[in-house]
T-cell receptor
């Protein structure tokens, strides 16, 4: 799986959009970008994933650049409950897969 | 749906004691895995399984044993607990080609 690079920490004001970047410059054509988050002391939670098109669900939006070397997770209206560590992972869709995690980005949403 | 259930939630062991952390999933997922998370660190993979009867080592397997006799259960055994195994342990399951679901963790202290 391709490696990812994320900033160690970010902060955001409540109600504003939180934009979390991820660099995955060695991504292969058949690798997807997955995002998880881990709220303090809880197990990680799946957020969203995509291949090359932008994706949106009830939690977030995922913007992947045309060359697929980077992506941005967008929380459109961040709340205090979005304070968490966010992990960006790339993986081949299908087949045997056990996720491995880096350090992620610690997002703090402040009032 | 219960999802991924870990027991116990908290445990204190004395050095040298043995114990088993339980993990059960009711989603009929093929893949299951165990991670440990130390303060300020990401999740590190201990052992994983791609199906009943099949297990393999992850990044940090020493001091831990696993077995997978059924699809639903994936227990993690500590044979002789050491203070270095003080950590939060997470179990996860995932279907073929799908996202991972995590349990709420077991907080283990070895004194």
């Amino acid at each position: 799986d391709a490696k990812t690079t994320q900033p160690p920490s970010m902060d955001c004001a409540e109600g504003r959009a939180a934009n979390l970047p991820c660099n995955h410059s060695t991504i292969s054509g058949n690798e997807y970008v997955y995002w998880y988050r881990q709220i303090h002391s809880q197990g990680p939670q799946y957020i969203i994933h995509g291949l090359k098109n932008n994706e949106t669900n009830e939690m977030a939006s995922l913007i992947i650049t045309e060359d697929r070397k980077s992506s941005t997770l967008i929380l459109p209206h961040a709340t205090l409950r979005d304070t968490a560590v966010y992990y960006c992972i790339v993986r081949v869709e299908g087949g045997s897969y056990i996720p491995t995690f880096g350090r992620g980005t610690s997002l703090i949403v402040h009032p | 749906n219960a999802g991924v259930t870990q027991t116990p939630k908290f445990q204190v062991l004395k050095t040298g004691q043995s114990m088993t952390l339980q993990c059960a999933q009711d989603m009929n997922h093929e893949y299951m895995s165990w991670y440990r998370q130390d303060p300020g660190m990401g999740l590190r993979l201990i052992h994983y399984s791609v199906g009943a009867g099949i297990t393999d080592q992850g990044e940090v397997p020493n001091g831990y044993n696993v077995s997978r006799s059924t699809t639903e259960d994936f227990p993690l055994r500590l044979l002789s607990a050491a203070p270095s195994q003080t950590s939060v342990y997470f179990c996860a399951s995932s279907p073929l080609g799908g996202e991972a679901f995590f349990g709420q963790g077991t907080r283990l202290t070895v004194v």
